[in-house]
């Protein structure tokens, strides 16, 4: 049974920084895609970032040049650096593993993310 546990969230002013992680366990996959996504409050659920073994990661417009996203495959454990934070990414952040990217299979719990001005 895959679990996803996603720990690391938080209260902050903008302009500063978070750093969130997730880990995977019982994962048995050859193939590991993972992912972050958000949803605020009265909007839909929409990918952060992704990332799979050796391919270059993607990102949502609103984070490019301020979120990294990397992947311990290892130990599939999967983080999220956020720089000069917003209130606009004030969200509930899951992440998400599946074999294949873009059919997402196993979903985290969420961590809250809350940014002030």
């Known amino acids: 049974q895959v679990q996803l546990v996603e720990s690391g969230g938080g209260s902050v002013q903008a302009g500063g920084s978070l750093a969130l992680s997730c880990a995977a366990s019982g994962y048995t996959y050859r193939r590991l895609c993972m992912a972050w996504f958000r949803q605020a409050p009265g909007k839909g659920r929409e990918v952060v970032a992704t990332v799979e073994n050796d391919v270059t990661p993607s990102y949502a417009d609103s984070v490019k040049g301020r979120f990294a996203i990397t992947l311990d495959s290892a130990s599939h454990t999967l983080y999220l650096q956020m720089n000069s934070l917003k209130p606009e990414d004030t969200a509930m952040y899951y992440c998400?593993?599946?074999?294949?990217?873009?059919?997402?299979?196993?979903w985290g719990h969420g961590t809250q993310v809350t940014v002030s001005s």
């Open positions: 998400a593993a599946s074999p294949f990217c873009g059919t997402w299979i196993y």
